[in-house]
């Protein structure tokens, strides 16, 4: 199945030069090109992308408030979004994660790393690894979100002791196939874990089941060390 991908960028030459690096990818394919973040969400609306890589710093309105709008139509659930930024431990990526995004890269990445994003994000996997999001935890998605995008819930208290366990290792940057050898489960059954804290957590995916847990408190950032 072709990827379906939607550039967000006000830079003219970043989105050409994305676009070609896209299409050149045999699985997927650029169908729209946004300069702001209005335009993004309309077109969002318009071609139900399965991807859209979002800038962050945009005219009129930035990648934070096209993530949250995108986000908050229950019609684009499918599409996930990739945020791209020049800081990544800036807060207004945590805003992002914490409205929906389901990652972010770099604007420096390699192609291959890019490349290989995009398909992270479209299989409907967070892409957020230890090392790169540890100082984005410490600093930012630990602490309470005074913006509302993402309201601490009081589900976390019907989470099975098991659907903790497995959500906080997920935290921590496991894979399923790590939780599942730690645990001794089978991958499958850590999926369905995962999918139900997900629900009674009304989380959008993956990464925002992480920005979740860290919020409630039910996992606690390590201190960040240089």
Same mark, same amino acid.
């Given at each position: 199945m072709?990827?379906?991908v939607l550039l967000a960028d006000d830079q003219a030459l970043l989105r050409a030069t994305f676009r070609i690096l896209i299409d050149s990818a045999e699985d997927m394919t650029v169908i729209a090109e946004a300069a702001d973040?209005?335009?993004?969400?309309d077109l969002t609306a318009t071609h139900r992308p399965d991807v859209v890589i979002m800038d962050i710093r945009m005219p009129n309105a930035d990648g934070v408030t096209a993530t949250a709008?995108?986000?908050?139509?229950?019609?684009?659930?499918?599409?996930h979004i990739? &945020? =791209?930024?020049?800081?990544?431990?800036d807060e207004n990526v945590a805003k992002a994660l914490r409205a929906g995004a389901s990652g972010f890269l770099?604007?420096?990445?390699?192609?291959? &790393? =890019?490349?290989?994003?995009?398909?992270?994000v479209a299989a409907g996997e967070a892409l957020l690894s230890p090392a790169a999001t540890a100082a984005l935890i410490t600093r930012f998605l630990a602490t309470p979100d005074t913006d509302g995008f993402l309201a601490?819930?009081?589900a976390v208290k019907a989470l099975t002791d098991r659907e903790r366990e497995v959500t906080a290792l997920a935290a921590h940057g496991k894979s399923n196939a790590d939780i599942a050898a730690q645990l001794v489960l089978s991958p499958l059954t850590v999926r369905s874990h995962i999918h139900r804290a997900m629900t009674k957590l009304h989380a959008r995916d993956r990464a925002q089941l992480v920005v979740v847990a860290y919020q409630s408190g039910l996992v606690k950032p390590h201190p960040h060390r240089t």
């Open positions: 072709t990827i379906r973040g209005h335009e993004a969400v709008a995108i986000c908050a139509r229950p019609e684009l659930a499918d599409t990739l &945020v =791209l930024t020049t800081f990544e431990n770099g604007k420096g990445v390699s192609p291959d &790393v =890019l490349l290989s994003g995009i398909r992270t601490l819930p009081d």
